[in-house]
């Protein structure tokens, strides 16, 4: 290894550091091979590479070397020249789009505090906005049209920008397809297959696309060794376009062999069993990818790979070469987080992805905050009789402490979950468990205090189409839950409740976000139920609900002690937006209103509560550190004007 030293002069505007950096790579090869003259161009040639991508586009950069008791020495001297900002964008020629939509396709480099500066000239800028402006045409079907810019200077560095638009003639594919070499089909079954509008757009990559939809086409068939060519004939003065496609079909495949490999721990049976295709089977490519989707989708592997092989001397028949890399077996996890009324909270984890090689999953967890304990010990078998059905097995215990009472918990439930689709699912649960308060306020009434065992089914549903489950920037998440408790299971009160919860995050211009969540749950009692306790009972307020009370405090009290009800409802709506300052910082402004009634037959009646605020949050690899201020507008005697609430995770 060599010492490799830089000597930097001359540079005014931009950093001696971002510049090392810009060098950083071509340092760390020059200290494996030493320095030269040609090491010299090249990092004068890097430097004058970054200022142009700032915007200096007469940046000259001139250098020498020296060797100092076996440092080399780089000694670059910069002239920087005027920065090259735009005064001017037009274009010409262009009917098809306004100018200031073709504008927002150019990416100039901002300048300034907070980038609130000029917009700086630069070519690779230039280059992207160009290719921007014709992808735009050709997916609305223009496909000769060109985009000629001619840029023109003052010696200031003010440029002005004039972007020549030719569109050119709207092309279409005049008439179906034709096919050759089709024999295995009908050809009328193969265009139905290409699933084309009527004299379609013709883009650049439909040729493409609609070749990929015939040799999918076949290999969902069988014929796994299909080849495809494609004929284009595209008239410029007619504005039309017609294709030809040359098939050459192939015999229909057989599966020989499905060979796995890989699977050091797992029991060959748990691949298989997620394997939409055995031997004798005709190849079909749809149940190739499912089969890998469910592979994956077992959470066992961290790679998987299916391939085809051609039996030596067969053309009619193919190995199914199966190679996974597993992940490691076991997890501990150590989770941390804060809020408002827990404090501070952990949980260690414990976890076997791969129970005895079956890929059953084993989970223990203990967790603890300065509210509250609890342990859970949880099995999974993600693929029972099918791949979309799991069973679960889960016991545990939790203490926590309440604003007016201290609950206590344990039990355990079991049930089916289903994978309807990938963003919806089902369940069916039994839960039992033993339901008691172990401390509780002197001034809560007596019938509100009871320990109960309670046995219920639970039907629920959940649809998550969020683009991320941590920070997401649009989608939507539902999650619905009917739960019956009664006597012919084994429960000492009769009910049933009801709990929804809905999310929505749109995203908007100028990096805002707007994001909305309502929740409600209500109780029917049944039979001889005439009281629900207070720990079965629902509580609003909180740094999840209304953020303008605390923990549990908006609803009925006595003596100032909440008493919970059987109904609530909230809603919450934040528009969340970008806070220059920091990279991952946002600020919020929040609103929030809800209510909770004693009685079913007051649902979402009585007194709403309300909570207006703002808070400021900020991206970590574990989630926002949040904190939200929120002011009561409707407060009565006893209630806070203000609260304040410090947490990590988004409320909703």
């Known amino acids: 290894m060599h010492d490799v030293e830089l000597e930097l002069s001359g540079n005014e505007e931009v950093s001696t550091r971002s510049l090392r950096d810009a060098l950083g790579p071509l340092r760390a090869d020059l200290r494996r091979t030493g320095v030269d003259q040609g090491s010299v161009e090249d990092a004068a040639y890097e430097l004058v590479r970054h200022y142009r991508s700032l915007g200096y586009r007469r940046a000259e950069v001139t250098g020498a070397w020296r060797r100092e008791q076996g440092t080399f020495v780089i000694s670059l001297e910069i002239r920087e020249g005027p920065r090259s900002f735009l005064a001017e964008v037009q274009f010409e020629g262009n009917r098809r789009f306004e100018a200031g939509d073709l504008s927002t396709c150019f990416p100039w480099p901002s300048s300034g505090f907070l980038g609130l500066g000029g917009q700086a000239f630069t070519e690779p800028a230039l280059a992207e906005g160009l290719d921007c402006v014709m992808t735009r045409y050709q997916l609305e079907g223009y496909f000769f049209v060109e985009a000629v810019p001619a840029v023109s200077e003052d010696e200031a560095g003010s440029v002005r920008l004039r972007i020549d638009v030719r569109e050119g003639p709207v092309v279409r594919l005049v008439k179906p397809p034709a096919f050759e070499g089709v024999q295995a089909f009908p050809a009328a079954e193969l265009g139905e ?3 084309l509008e009527a004299m379609p757009l013709y883009v650049p990559r ?3 696309v609609l070749k990929g939809k015939i040799v999918d086409f076949y ?7 299909v080849e495809v060519d494609v004929d284009r004939r595209v008239d410029r003065a007619t504005g039309e376009a017609e294709l030809t496609f040359k098939v050459r079909e192939g015999p229909p495949v057989r599966i020989e062999a499905v060979r796995i490999s890989g699977h050091e721990k797992t029991f060959e049976w748990v691949l298989r069993n997620r394997l939409e295709l055995e031997p004798g089977d005709l190849y079909n490519e749809e149940l190739v990818r499912e089969s890998y989707r469910s592979l994956l989708r077992s959470g066992l592997f961290s790679s998987v790979s299916i391939e085809a092989v051609r039996v030596e001397g067969a053309e009619d028949r193919i190995y199914l070469d199966v190679k996974v890399t597993e992940k490691a077996r076991y997890k501990l996890s150590v989770l941390g987080g804060y809020g408002s009324y ?8 414990i976890e076997d992805t791969n129970l005895f090689g079956t890929g059953h999953r084993l989970r223990l967890e203990g ?3 300065f509210r509250g304990e609890g ?3 949880a099995y999974l078998n993600p693929h029972f009789f099918n791949e979309k059905l799991t069973h ?4 545990s215990y939790e203490r926590r402490e309440h604003p007016s009472f201290v609950g206590q918990e344990h039990g355990g439930e079991s049930g089916l979950s289903y994978r309807i689709s990938d963003t919806l ?3 069916l649960l039994y839960r039992l468990r033993q339901s008691e308060v172990v401390e509780v306020s002197d001034d809560i009434p007596p019938e509100l205090v009871e320990d109960v065992l309670l046995s219920s089914i639970a039907l629920s549903s959940i649809l998550d189409t969020r683009s991320s489950i941590v920070d997401p920037d649009r989608g939507f998440t539902g999650r619905a839950t009917v739960e019956y408790a009664g006597g012919a299971l084994g429960s000492e009160i009769d009910f049933l409740r009801y709990t929804t919860f809905a999310s929505v995050v749109v995203p908007l211009p100028l990096r805002l976000r707007l994001v909305g969540a309502a929740r409600a749950g209500l109780i029917q009692r049944l039979a001889s139920t005439e009281v629900i306790p207070i720990q079965e009972r629902f509580f609003n307020g909180g740094e999840l609900t209304i953020r303008s009370f605390r923990q549990d405090e908006a609803g009925d009290k006595i003596a100032g002690e909440p008493i919970g009800g059987e109904t609530f409802t909230t809603l919450s709506v934040e528009l969340r937006y970008p806070l220059l300052l920091l990279d991952g910082l946002q600020g919020a402004f929040l609103f929030d209103t809800g209510t909770l009634t004693q009685r079913i037959e007051d649902f979402a009646g009585g007194r709403y509560f309300f909570g207006i605020g703002a808070g400021i949050r900020y991206n970590t690899p574990v989630g926002p550190f949040r904190f939200d201020a929120a002011w009561n507008p409707d407060r009565e005697k006893g209630e806070d004007e203000y609260v304040f609430h410090l947490g990590v995770g988004y409320p909703f």
């Open 392 to 395: 679960t097995v889960e016991g």
């Open 367 to 369: 967790k603890a905050s």
């Open 375 to 377: 342990a859970t010990a």
């Open 342 to 349: 827990e404090f501070v909270r952990g949980a260690v984890r």
């Open 193 to 195: 297959a290409l699933d």
């Open 425 to 427: 699912r089902s369940s």
């Open 206 to 208: 439909l040729p493409l």
């Open 219 to 225: 290999r969902d068939r069988g014929h796994y060794f």
